[in-house]
């Protein structure tokens, strides 16, 4: 049947949105079309590869550079109507992409059993939880086509309310505590734990071609309100052993870093000019805050959400010679 020829009607190809002259233009263009009646056309199906059972497609038809393809295989949803059958194993249109733009990554900052009971019968949730258990297990609390509550006001770059295009994944850690001067304190991943939380990643990303800038943690897109993953998650081995995410270059910042010591870094730093540079930049770079001129709240988490992803040795939210270089150095790499 699927090589075979069928019978299309032309009342069909009459709602198509193009105009009624380039619908007969195609038809007529269609070597096997011929008159069946009056007006039904054969044509010829197209052969698509498709996975054993066809439930999606195997090769990229479209350009997959815009992220418009049609490996589906994250949405073989279609529907059932009564007495019909919806047939999806051809003719797939090559103005298409996925919803799921951005990989958002998270800690619980609760237990495995909290965790588990907060994300399945509350108010928020994501797609996978991560347990913190050496064992082989991932679990999925919803189906990667529907939204998961795990963002909230969230935004990067154009985007705002990440849920409505993101994949959530929850780590259990217990997130920080605060030590008498103040400062965060927060717990380390396990090994087993951060290898399960990669190779998850890396499956969901390979499968959406969600690019580099658009791998995040929780506080990249919510730096006012959130810390999580924290400092402890290794985003530079994700990126280095993985090929996820973002990453600087070490020769580059160094460039940026020698440039910043050697010229009056320290007088300039708290001028207002140079403080909207550096808030431009990090909006330019993906970051929502207010251009204000002024080391404000709001900038000090900023560059705190910064560096607990880009800079996890020193999270204190001041602007450092080192900060300033990476943050150039990622500019220049991810603009
Ligand atoms: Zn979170």
């Not at 497609?57 to 350009?63: E, G, K, R, S, Y």
């Not at 994300?119 to 939880?129: C, I, K, R």
Request: hydrophobic share 35%; charged share 25%; proline share 6%.
């Amino acid at each position: 049947m699927r090589n075979s020829l069928y019978i299309i009607s032309l009342g069909i190809l009459m709602l198509s949105c193009g105009s009624q002259k380039n619908i007969k233009k195609k038809v007529a263009a269609k070597p096997v079309a011929t008159k069946v009646n009056a007006t039904p056309k054969i044509v010829e199906k197209p052969h698509v590869e498709t996975d054993k059972k066809g439930d999606y497609f195997t090769v990229n038809l479209a350009d997959a550079s815009k992220n418009d393809n049609t490996i589906s295989y994250g949405s073989i949803v279609d529907a059932k109507p009564a007495g019909y059958k919806v047939v999806k194993t051809y003719f797939p249109s090559l103005a298409q992409n996925f919803r799921q733009k951005y990989l958002i990554i998270h800690y619980t900052a609760l237990n495995d059993e909290k965790s588990i009971r907060v994300l399945t019968e509350q108010s928020v949730s994501a797609h996978y939880l991560v347990n913190d258990l050496d064992d082989k297990e991932i679990y999925l609390l919803v189906d990667e086509n529907k939204r998961a509550y795990h963002a909230g006001i969230s935004a990067w770059r154009k985007d705002k309310y990440l849920n409505d295009n993101s994949i959530g994944i929850e780590i259990v850690n217990p997130g920080y505590t605060t030590d008498e001067t103040g400062k965060k304190i927060f717990v380390p991943f396990p090994e087993y734990q951060f290898k399960k939380v990669a190779a998850l990643a890396k499956d969901i990303a390979t499968r959406y071609m969600i690019p580099p800038t658009n791998i995040l943690g929780h506080s990249d897109i919510a730096p006012t309100r959130k810390q999580d993953p924290g400092p402890y998650f290794p985003w530079e081995r994700l990126y280095k052993e993985y090929q996820l995410g973002m990453w600087y270059d070490e020769p580059v910042k160094q460039n940026f870093y020698n440039l910043a010591i050697n010229s009056d870094f320290e007088n300039q730093v708290n001028t207002s000019p140079f403080i909207f540079k550096v808030q431009t930049m990090l909006s330019d770079f993906g970051y929502d805050l207010p251009l204000t001129g002024a080391w404000d709240d709001a900038t000090k988490k900023t560059l705190e959400s910064f560096q607990y992803h880009f800079r996890p040795q020193v999270y204190d939210g001041v602007l450092d010679p080192e900060t300033w270089a990476i943050l150039q150095a990622l500019h220049q790499k991810y603009p």
